[in-house]
Structures are given as structure tokens and as C-alpha cells.
């Protein structure tokens, strides 16, 4: 059963920084995109940021230039380093992956639990 894990996440102030992780078990042919998503309670889940298998990275406006998302394959591992947090990136992040159970299935979307962060002024 495939699974997300995902670590990290609480309190700063801001312009602080925090990492969240999210690592990948289970049984699985492979994951093409891994990523990151967010929501609040007056907002729709949104994308914050994504990487393929090949490192291909896409980020939302409100984020560029101060999060970074990674990926370490061989530890089926994403990671979000937030930077200059800010009051509005509150929300509780969810981890998100693509991935295929086996070679022959087709690719199937799977979110892991979500963590909150939180941005104080």
C-alpha cells in the first residue's frame, strides 16, 4: 500500500524558515511528481509546488523566490524549504505524488496527511 509521510511543519515568525518533508513507502513501480499543496478555511486547496522525476520544478506566484522544493529519488523523499515566511502562507500543507503501483497500471494521485504551519506577525 503506498503511503506519504510527511514531517515538519509549526510555529514561526515571520520571515523565518521552516522544512517540511514528505517521504514515500509502500509498494510502487514509481513516482513521477511529487509536491506540495495548501489550504485554509476561506480558500480551495492550492498548488504550492511540484517537481517530476527529472527535477522539472513548478512553483505558485506567491511562493517564487522564497520556497524551494527538492526531491532525493533514491530516498522516494520531497522536501518544501519555506523561506521569509509570511502571515499568509498559514495553511496546512499537504504532500502530493504520482505514481504508478506497477509497470503495467496507469498513474494514480495520492495525498499524505497534511501539517499545519503556522505564521505569526
Known amino acids: 500500500q503506498f503511503q506519504l509521510v510527511v514531517t515538519g511543519g509549526g510555529l514561526v515568525q515571520a520571515g523565518g524558515s521552516l522544512r517540511l518533508s514528505c517521504t514515500a513507502s509502500g509498494t510502487f513501480f514509481s513516482i513521477s511528481i511529487m509536491g506540495w499543496y495548501r489550504q485554509t478555511s476561506e480558500k480551495q486547496r492550492e498548488l504550492v509546488a511540484i517537481?517530476?522525476?527529472?527535477?522539472?520544478?513548478h512553483y505558485a506566484d506567491s511562493v517564487k523566490g522564497r520556497f524551494t522544493v527538492s526531491r532525493d529519488s533514491a530516498e522516494n523523499t520531497a522536501y518544501l524549504q519555506m523561506d521569509n515566511l509570511k502571515p499568509e502562507d498559514t495553511a496546512v500543507y499537504y504532500c502530493?505524488?504520482?505514481?504508478?503501483?506497477?509497470?503495467?497500471?496507469?498513474?494514480?494521485?495520492?495525498w499524505g496527511q497534511g501539517t499545519q504551519v503556522t505564521v505569526s506577525s
Open positions: 517537481i517530476s522525476n527529472l527535477d522539472s520544478t
Open positions: 502530493y505524488a504520482t505514481y504508478q503501483r506497477a509497470a503495467h497500471m496507469q498513474a494514480s494521485n495520492y
